[in-house]
């Protein structure tokens, strides 16, 4: 091993490449480490020769902003590399690398000066690669070159797998909902024109053992379907003649989802719709049919069946039997390995749908027109990102009627009272701060919300801060949507006219600041004998509260924050590697909070507070890099509102 102090000093380094034994050590050594575990032996043993050997010790520098444009990079062997940037021992702006780790990978592969000290922290043992050995590797290796381009979502693949591995004894099908229904559709779908008879039809799916026909035109463009569950109700007890054409019994509109759409697209549709087959298309002509058969193989449950038992609900006690089957099936879909932007958002929507029934069943005993109001959801179901463990927090909006007595006021209290009882019921908390529909102060008419929104917007106190954190991300759920709509033209139109109130919003959702140490290390809170974060308050309320802003400031009306961040980012400019590490991080945390909640390892009774020691290699890597990428993300946060 050689020690230097000035890496741009010319060295002799070519007795530092490894050889023989050495080259094969190391090159084993490299493949417990991302991304050499996934590259070709060849290319691992390519990236070793190609290295050199270093030592450094603590304290010494390894990359300086001063030196110019990086010209190396560098695997770590055994110790601990320190980046600093400018005053970052007072701004806790540092950020550490440990073993396994490559670095300054940014730098290197933009040609340019660092913007960071790097110094070792302990004795430390590295390899370092030439700029020009780094780029022709990522050329021979698919794998070394996307990884440099895409670290944070690689590492959140590998995460993902490493989970699939966990539960792979009790995982209960293959296929990822993010698959594309282009991958689905692997043979032609069974068609017939709007005038074939019947007969041929049924004895077509009888003789194809197929449950459903699909019609099409003379271009191929879906017209009417005709399933297995509709011959009873549309042939059988209508006793209509076998020799009608299919025009005359078929379905109608069909709902169809394109080739590119995903798996769990097809799942809500079925969901919202109560249907078990989606045609695809292709720039409108049908190219497949995918069943509810090929979206889930659950042993025990599916989302259509989760789905159909709440729709179908006729009382409380059924909907708080079918609440149980909703964590059921979210167990189920995180064994599949599957995202937390699909999980939640398919907890929010069989939550969605079981608030709506309940809503529906208490508006017909209470006798009130659901035209006459809108259920509001807030918070993260608002934003359609409920985890397991979540409380209420909903409001109604009402009509505007001339007419309006304070005794009818009364009665849609007591139905939203009934309502908030009964969620409570079914497994979801009332809400500590009375943020709840039964609450007078959030059963308003669009008249009043208007009224409370533009105060919190012109006034902008903490209070008024804290009021936009929650009611700002409001969603439609039962009854008349288009008083939402009216309400969020108003909001957005509002918030994006008044610097004075973003800044405020920036300035208070800058007060949590990621949890880093000065040393760059994740700084976490002992509770219980053990190191711990909270994954809400410390993680995704900041990338939360951060895509708000932006998305106010800009006017996008999404709420959720995956989609305010798709949004924002090609908004501003931001390379879309940047910007999908931002949505990458989010969903990385949320997924760790879901886990944490399912396996019921979280620390403290807090449901989102984990033991940071219990994460495996894999996920102590991403949360660290996450934290990184939330920290750069409030930085930039800064320099647009600070100022």
Same mark, same amino acid.
């Given at each position: ?297 659950? %042993?025990?449950?599916?989302? /259509? &069946?989760?789905? !159909?038992? @709440?729709? #179908?609900?006729? *009382?409380?006690? $059924?909907?708080?039997? =079918? ?12 064994? %599949?390995?599957?995202?937390? /932007? &699909?999980?939640? !958002?398919? @907890?929010? #929507?069989?939550? *969605?749908?079981? $608030?709506?029934?309940? =809503? ?284």
């Amino acid at each position: 091993m050689a020690s230097r102090s000035d890496h741009t000093r010319a060295m002799p380094t070519a007795w530092l490449r490894p050889s023989g034994q050495a080259l094969e050590n190391l090159s084993g050594e490299l493949r417990h480490h991302p991304p050499f575990n996934e590259m070709e032996e060849a290319h691992v043993r390519d990236f070793v020769a190609a290295s050199r050997q270093a030592f450094f010790k603590p304290g010494e520098a390894v990359v300086r902003p001063e030196d110019g444009p990086v010209r190396e990079l560098f695997f770590i062997r055994r110790g601990a590399v320190t980046g600093k940037r400018g005053l970052s021992d007072l701004s806790g702006g540092a950020f550490q690398y440990e073993a396994g780790d490559l670095f300054p990978v940014s730098a290197v592969l933009a040609q340019r000066a660092p913007t960071t000290l790097y110094s070792a922290t302990e004795d430390t043992f590295a390899l370092a690669v030439s700029a020009e050995d780094m780029q022709a590797l990522a050329e021979r290796s698919a794998v070394f070159g996307d990884f440099l381009n895409r670290r944070i979502l690689k590492f959140l693949d590998l995460s993902r797998s490493a989970l699939q591995v966990a539960y792979a004894s009790q995982a209960l099908a293959e296929q990822s909902l993010e698959t594309p229904l282009a991958s689905l559709c692997r043979q032609t779908p069974v068609t017939c024109s709007p005038e074939t008879p019947l007969r041929d039809a049924l004895a077509r799916m009888h003789e194809l053992h197929i449950g459903s026909m699909l019609v099409v035109d003379a271009a191929n463009v879906p017209q009417g379907i005709l399933t297995r569950y509709d011959v009873l109700g549309r042939v059988a007890l209508a006793q209509v003649p076998l020799s009608i054409p299919m025009r005359e019994v078929m379905v109608q509109p069909v709902f169809t989802l394109t080739h590119e759409h995903t798996a769990q697209d097809a799942a809500l549709l079925m969901s919202r719709h109560g249907i078990r087959h989606v045609p695809v298309t292709r720039e409108g002509r049908v190219v497949g049919m995918v069943s509810e058969r090929d979206l889930f193989a659950l %042993q025990r449950l599916s989302l /259509k &069946q989760v789905s !159909a038992s @709440i729709r #179908h609900a006729g *009382d409380l006690a $059924t909907l708080q039997s =079918v609440a149980h089957d909703i964590r059921r099936f979210a167990r189920s879909l995180l064994e %599949q390995g599957v995202q937390a /932007k &699909q999980l939640t !958002a398919l @907890i929010s #929507h069989l939550n *969605d749908v079981l $608030t709506s029934r309940l =809503v529906e069943l208490t508006a017909e005993r209470h006798g009130l027109d659901l035209q006459g109001f809108c259920w509001i959801a807030l918070g993260s179901e608002g934003r359609g990102e409920q985890t397991i463990a979540t409380d209420q927090d909903n409001a109604l909006i009402l009509a505007d009627p001339a007419d309006r007595t304070p005794q009818d006021r009364a009665r849609v209290l007591a139905f939203a009272r009934e309502v908030n009882e009964g969620l409570d019921a079914c497994g979801y908390p009332l809400c500590k701060g009375n943020i709840m529909a039964s609450n007078p102060a959030c059963c308003l008419t669009l008249g009043e919300w208007q009224q409370r929104f533009a105060h919190w917007i012109d006034q902008g106190s903490p209070q008024d801060l804290l009021n936009a954190s929650i009611y700002f991300d409001f969603r439609s759920l039962a009854g008349n949507a288009r008083l939402t709509d009216r309400l969020r033209e108003t909001v957005t139109a509002r918030a994006m006219a008044n610097p004075r109130f973003l800044r405020q919003l920036a300035l208070n959702g800058l007060a949590q600041s990621a949890p880093l140490n000065w040393l760059g290390q994740v700084d976490t809170t002992t509770v219980e004998g053990r190191d711990t974060l909270d994954l809400k308050l410390q993680g995704t309320a900041i990338f939360v509260d951060v895509a708000r802003l932006y998305a106010l400031a800009r006017g996008v009306a999404a709420t959720g924050t995956r989609e305010r961040l798709e949004a924002v980012g090609p908004a501003m400019g931001v390379p879309d590697h940047e910007h999908q590490a931002w949505i990458g991080g989010f969903e990385f945390l949320q997924m760790l909070r879901l886990r944490a909640q399912l396996d019921g390892t979280t620390v403290g009774g807090n449901a989102n507070r984990i033991a940071v020691s219990d994460l495996n290699d894999i996920d102590r890597r991403i949360l660290k890099e996450t934290l990184r990428v939330l920290r750069t993300l409030q930085q930039r946060a800064r320099l647009d509102y600070e100022r």
